[in-house]
């Protein structure tokens, strides 16, 4: 299997802020990676597919970068409904895998 | 727009079979891949396996031994079976679309929540 890692595993963030999330692979998954937030007791919603796409009706605050084994989520600037927990998720295998999370809560 | 909706028996005992149905609607099961996901409490995400209307699955190998997920096209529904369940499984359950057999998955269901203990 395909292992995913995610930096920070909490952040701690004011509104305004711009975050940046790290999703690393434990090897090359070219671009086949994909974005996720989920809010408590909700289902992931999908916001960045292969690596930079921005999904539809997603906002343009948030973006995704890289290729290879390490990728980046933006929030260029945090707003209150973006507090929650983010994943990424790697389709290059047959087996997919997601990240352990990463939670942004308020500072 | 293609909606799924997940529905079961919330609770299972140890070593027995864990049943769960995902309706979908809005749309054909007979197009995309269909797959099961599910979340411990506090925990990540991990992919079960997919279904394509053809019939064809593919399994995560650590569950591959204990999984089984069908389809009945005619009623729209995809199913999921678990054997000898422990603890371990104890988890929120989701079906989700993927468009391909190596893809993102967009849309879930809201999950239901499966809980094994006796």
């Known amino acids: 299997d395909i292992q995913m890692t995610q930096s920070p595993s909490t952040l701690s963030a004011s509104v305004g802020d711009r975050v940046t999330i790290t999703c690393r692979a434990s090897?090359?998954?070219?671009?086949?990676l994909a974005w996720y937030q989920q809010k408590a007791g909700k289902a992931p919603k999908v916001l960045i597919y292969?690596?930079?796409s921005l999904h539809s009706g997603v906002p343009s605050r948030f973006s995704g970068s890289g290729s290879g084994t390490e990728f980046t989520l933006t929030i260029s600037s945090l707003q209150p409904d973006d507090f929650a927990t983010y994943y990424c998720q790697q389709y290059n295998s047959y087996s997919p895998t997601f990240g352990p999370g990463t939670k942004v809560d308020m500072k | 727009q293609v909606k799924l909706q997940e529905s079961g028996p919330g609770l299972v005992k140890p070593s027995e079979t864990l049943s769960l149905t995902c309706t979908v609607s809005g749309g054909s099961i007979r197009s995309y891949y269909w797959s099961w996901i599910r979340q411990s409490p506090g925990k990540a995400l991990e992919w079960i396996g997919y279904?394509?209307?053809?019939?064809?699955?593919n399994y995560n190998p650590s569950l591959k031994s204990r999984v089984t997920i069908s389809l009945d096209t005619s009623k729209n529904q995809l199913f999921l079976n678990l054997t000898s369940v422990t603890a371990a499984d104890t988890a929120v359950y989701y079906c989700?679309?993927?468009?391909?057999?190596?893809?993102?998955?967009?849309?879930w269901g809201p999950g239901t929540l499966v809980t094994v203990s006796s």
């Open positions: 279904i394509y209307y053809s019939a064809t699955t």
């Open positions: 989700a679309k993927n468009r391909n057999y190596l893809d993102w998955f967009d849309p």
């Open positions: 090897q090359s998954i070219s671009s086949w």
């Open positions: 292969k690596a930079s």
